[in-house]
């Protein structure tokens, strides 16, 4: 692709062409899914560190806070996302209600995420409970998935995280969770009543 080079003040020290930024934000707004590195620069067909450059400079501009949209790195691609902060007027237009779950489904797929991958037997064994409708319903909204059977009498499902999960949390991988004790230290941070 060709064009003026346009450097932004301010920005990454990158000089990239309005034509290859305009042409990311469209393939990224297009998308609507993450998009790696490597397809965007197959799609226009430019250098891979090209592409990186653009995605700085376009990362830096959806960083800026009047924007209503935010470049995200998440499940190992790129993705536009509405900021945060308009959820409520989205919804309010959409009529929708924002995707809540249950603290026995958070509690499941805590131990799947931590554990995958991870049978319904063990999940139940962690959590004291039977977790059979619990996890049907993390199944049926895309957040978890059959991964294989355990090599073991009975043969039993193993479940692991699915993309879904890490585009819900806004995460690039699982190796964004927090450690055991980030999430110790969280809790105790969220509840005064220990201090």
Same mark, same amino acid.
């Given at each position: 692709?060709?064009?003026?080079? /346009? ?6 020290? /990158? ?57 995200? /790195?998440? =499940? %190992? ?17 959409? %009529?929708?209600?924002?995707?809540? #779950? ?18 319904? /037997? ?7 409970? =039977?977790?059979? %409708?619990?996890?049907?319903? #993390? ?17 039993? #499902? ?15 991988? #699982? ?13 105790? =941070? ?6």
């Amino acid at each position: 692709m060709s064009g003026e080079v /346009h450097a932004f003040p301010g920005a990454p020290e /990158h000089e990239v062409s309005p034509e290859v930024l305009g042409a990311l934000e469209a393939l990224l707004f297009s998308a609507g899914l993450p998009v790696t590195l490597t397809e965007l620069s197959l799609a226009l067909d430019i250098d891979p560190e090209e592409t990186r450059r653009g995605i700085e400079v376009l990362a830096w501009q959806y960083g800026a806070p009047n924007r209503g949209m935010e470049l995200v /790195h998440v =499940d %190992g691609g790129w993705q536009l996302r509405t900021q945060p902060r308009f959820a409520q007027v989205i919804l309010k237009l959409r %009529g929708g209600k924002p995707l809540k #779950l249950s603290r026995p489904a958070l509690e499941v797929l805590a131990v799947v995420a931590y554990r995958q991958p991870v049978t319904r /037997h063990e999940i139940e064994g962690i959590r004291g409970v =039977d977790s059979g %409708g619990v996890l049907k319903g #993390l199944l049926e909204r895309q957040l978890v998935r059959v991964s294989g059977r355990r090599e073991e009498p009975g043969r039993p #499902l193993e479940y692991a995280t699915t993309p879904e999960f890490l585009r819900m949390f806004s995460m690039s991988g #699982l190796g964004s969770l927090p450690t055991l004790k980030e999430r110790e230290e969280l809790l105790r =941070d969220a509840d005064p009543a220990e201090e």
